[in-house]
């Protein structure tokens, strides 16, 4: 092999491999659970600050309504991925056990609850999840999911200063910070598809 | 060097699924530019070499070929990257 040859060769491996290694995810799919997650931890968090007494039956299941259909959403869209994608990257593969750890941790915490964790800091645990979940994708080059992290984290932040209004506060970091970044995944302009 | 590597087709494909958990055909059409016939002619030696794993299914009753690096691949392609590297290096230096 001559040496302009071996030249050729690697700089179309480095080409290929720069092309395909997007460390970053913000797919379609992963902006529509960041949606419906983010809306429905956000209403429950909502829930329980203005429900002084009975809590507000309308927050309460519209929240469920969409941890639910996020839960399912989130089933499909692993099922049909694994099923139909043309390329499952090590970077999806990367990011999507650290998701699951985090969150697997994050419902096995909520669990402890009430022993270990009194009702706010048993919704902070959600945020502290969803915040690690964004900085993570943040880390490896979403500033998007930075900046939902970042948010994440300010909510919990100014839950704890000012606990006249910690659920309106852990509300908004997650209609901000985890809805919102959702929306402008889907928003993007040529946002990624994990499906096929 | 790897002879087998030697053809830019096939080291494209090693390059491909390297970043990769596994790829489909036509995506691996896609990012080679080359055609059905050729690739998998290419992709045959490759697996038969032990360089890449082969693995059919059905997506929406139709049959998908994917394709994932293995094991002896990956130690074939870095070991061929670092002589390319050298040979790069030696030409450099004289």
Same mark, same amino acid.
């Given at each position: 092999?001559?040496?302009?040859?071996?030249?050729?060769?690697?700089?179309?491996?480095?080409?290929?491999?720069?092309?395909?290694?997007?460390?970053?995810?913000?797919?379609?799919?992963?902006?529509?659970?960041?949606?419906?997650?983010?809306?429905?931890?956000?209403?429950?968090?909502?829930?329980?600050?203005?429900?002084?007494?009975?809590?507000?039956?309308?927050?309460?299941?519209?929240?469920?309504?969409?941890?639910?259909?996020?839960?399912?959403?989130?089933?499909?869209?692993?099922?049909?991925?694994?099923?139909?994608?043309?390329?499952?990257?090590?970077?999806?593969?990367?990011?999507?056990?650290?998701?699951?750890?985090?969150?697997?941790?994050?419902?096995?915490?909520?669990?402890?609850?009430?022993?270990?964790?009194?009702?706010?800091?048993?919704?902070?645990?959600?945020?502290?999840?969803?915040?690690?979940?964004?900085?993570?994708?943040?880390?490896?080059?979403?500033?998007?999911?930075?900046?939902?992290?970042?948010?994440?984290?300010?909510?919990?932040?100014?839950?704890?200063?000012?606990?006249?209004?910690?659920?309106?506060?852990?509300?908004?970091?997650?209609?901000?910070?985890?809805?919102?970044?959702?929306?402008?995944?889907?928003?993007?302009?040529?946002?990624?598809?994990?499906?096929? | 060097?790897?002879?087998?590597?030697?053809?830019?087709?096939?080291? &494209?494909?090693?390059? *491909?699924?390297? $970043?990769?958990?596994?790829?489909?055909?036509?995506?691996?059409? =896609?990012? #080679?530019? !080359?055609?059905?016939?050729?690739?998998?002619?290419?992709?045959?030696?490759?697996?038969?070499? &032990?360089?890449?794993? *082969?693995?059919? $299914?059905?997506?929406?009753?139709?049959?998908?070929?994917?394709? =994932?690096? #293995?094991? !002896?691949?990956?130690?074939?392609?870095?070991?061929?990257?670092?002589?390319?590297?050298?040979?790069?290096?030696?030409?450099?230096?004289?």
């Amino acid at each position: 092999m001559e040496a302009s040859e071996a030249r050729e060769h690697l700089e179309m491996v480095d080409a290929i491999i720069r092309a395909g290694e997007s460390p970053a995810w913000a797919s379609r799919q992963l902006g529509v659970t960041l949606v419906l997650f983010g809306l429905g931890a956000g209403l429950l968090d909502l829930a329980y600050q203005v429900g002084t007494g009975a809590l507000p039956s309308y927050l309460l299941y519209g929240g469920f309504a969409a941890l639910g259909a996020g839960l399912l959403y989130l089933a499909w869209w692993l099922l049909v991925a694994r099923r139909s994608a043309e390329r499952i990257s090590m970077a999806q593969v990367r990011a999507g056990r650290v998701m699951g750890a985090v969150w697997w941790s994050v419902t096995v915490a909520a669990f402890c609850q009430p022993h270990l964790f009194s009702l706010w800091s048993a919704a902070a645990i959600w945020s502290l999840g969803a915040a690690i979940a964004q900085l993570v994708n943040g880390f490896f080059g979403e500033r998007r999911g930075l900046a939902g992290g970042a948010i994440l984290l300010g909510s919990m932040l100014v839950a704890n200063y000012a606990p006249s209004v910690t659920g309106y506060a852990l509300a908004a970091g997650f209609f901000f910070g985890y809805a919102g970044v959702g929306i402008l995944y889907l928003a993007g302009a040529g946002a990624a598809d994990d499906c096929g | 060097m790897d002879d087998l590597l030697l053809s830019k087709i096939r080291l &494209g494909v090693i390059a *491909e699924l390297l $970043t990769a958990k596994w790829v489909a055909f036509s995506a691996l059409q =896609r990012a #080679t530019g !080359t055609t059905n016939g050729n690739l998998g002619a290419h992709l045959s030696k490759l697996v038969e070499a &032990g360089y890449v794993g *082969e693995e059919k $299914t059905f997506v929406n009753r139709r049959p998908q070929t994917r394709y =994932r690096l #293995t094991e !002896t691949g990956r130690q074939a392609f870095v070991a061929h990257v670092r002589e390319m590297q050298a040979l790069l290096a030696q030409e450099s230096a004289s």
